[in-house]
């Protein structure tokens, strides 16, 4: 038997990373008292995330599309350093690094981080893709930099790309490094601000 409508949506709406049971039911009382264009242009903007927006096959952030362009406009950009690569956990971790104003290189998401003690680490994040965007640059690409959250699992899982990386880094003879002092222990870098991400920039090793 199916949950009345205000419950399936506020059990929809939980799902959502940060929100909690209050939360949510608040979600569905505004929307239940809002005016229809408001709740009319909601449900329009979700039907356009699929069908105009994209994932780049490249970075594997998300971008709106003009359907022109299968890339996203940092991938697309040939006036960036096409020696740098940085691996960062989410798209949103992007924003600050932009802010910071310190980076000139190309992205890589990974979608998520390996839990401790998880048994299948490859299933977390977009590890394929990482090796194959890496063989792809590997005449120009000298240096790749993590820069993940520094909790548990941030820790967890560059321990991981270290290990999967290794042949690839030997290989090419590339170098591997991680944001330098300046982040506090289980920061986040959607969080960070500009100045504490470009002195962790500054300081990587």
């Given at each position: 038997?199916?949950?009345?409508?205000?419950?399936?949506?506020?059990?929809?709406?939980?799902?959502?990373?940060?929100?909690?049971?209050?939360?949510?039911?608040?979600?569905?009382?505004?929307?239940?008292?809002?005016?229809?264009?408001?709740?009319?242009?909601?449900?329009?903007?979700?039907?356009?995330?699929?069908?105009?927006?994209?994932?780049?096959?490249?970075c594997q952030?998300?971008?709106?599309?003009?359907?022109?362009?299968?890339?996203?406009?940092?991938?697309?950009?040939?006036?960036?350093?096409?020696?740098?690569?940085?691996?960062?956990?989410?798209?949103?971790?992007?924003?600050?690094?932009?802010?910071?104003?310190?980076?000139?290189?190309?992205?890589?998401?990974?979608?998520?981080?390996?839990?401790?003690?998880?048994?299948?680490?490859?299933?977390?994040?977009?590890?394929?893709?990482?090796?194959?965007?890496?063989?792809?640059?590997?005449?120009?690409?000298?240096?790749?930099?993590?820069?993940?959250?520094?909790?548990?699992?941030?820790?967890?899982?560059?321990?991981?790309?270290?290990?999967?990386?290794?042949?690839l880094v030997?290989?090419?003879?590339?170098?591997?490094?991680?944001?330098?002092?300046?982040?506090?222990?289980?920061?986040?870098?959607?969080?960070?601000?500009?100045?504490?991400?470009?002195?962790?920039?500054?300081?990587?090793?």
């Amino acid at each position: 038997m199916s949950l009345d409508p205000i419950n399936e949506l506020a059990e929809l709406f939980r799902r959502l990373p940060g929100i909690g049971p209050r939360q949510a039911k608040r979600f569905v009382y505004y929307l239940l008292n809002a005016d229809p264009a408001t709740v009319t242009k909601l449900t329009d903007l979700l039907g356009r995330l699929r069908s105009q927006v994209k994932q780049c096959p490249d970075c594997q952030i998300y971008f709106a599309s003009d359907n022109k362009n299968e890339r996203c406009i940092t991938c697309r950009d040939t006036t960036r350093d096409h020696s740098l690569l940085m691996i960062m956990e989410k798209d949103v971790d992007l924003e600050p690094m932009r802010r910071a104003g310190v980076y000139s290189g190309y992205y890589f998401f990974l979608g998520g981080l390996v839990p401790i003690l998880d048994k299948e680490p490859a299933r977390r994040v977009r590890l394929a893709a990482l090796l194959r965007l890496i063989e792809s640059k590997n005449k120009e690409l000298k240096e790749i930099i993590i820069a993940l959250a520094t909790n548990g699992e941030g820790e967890n899982t560059v321990d991981y790309l270290r290990q999967s990386l290794k042949s690839l880094v030997e290989k090419y003879d590339l170098k591997l490094s991680l944001l330098g002092r300046g982040l506090s222990t289980n920061s986040e870098l959607e969080y960070t601000d500009p100045e504490t991400i470009s002195y962790a920039f500054k300081n990587r090793g």
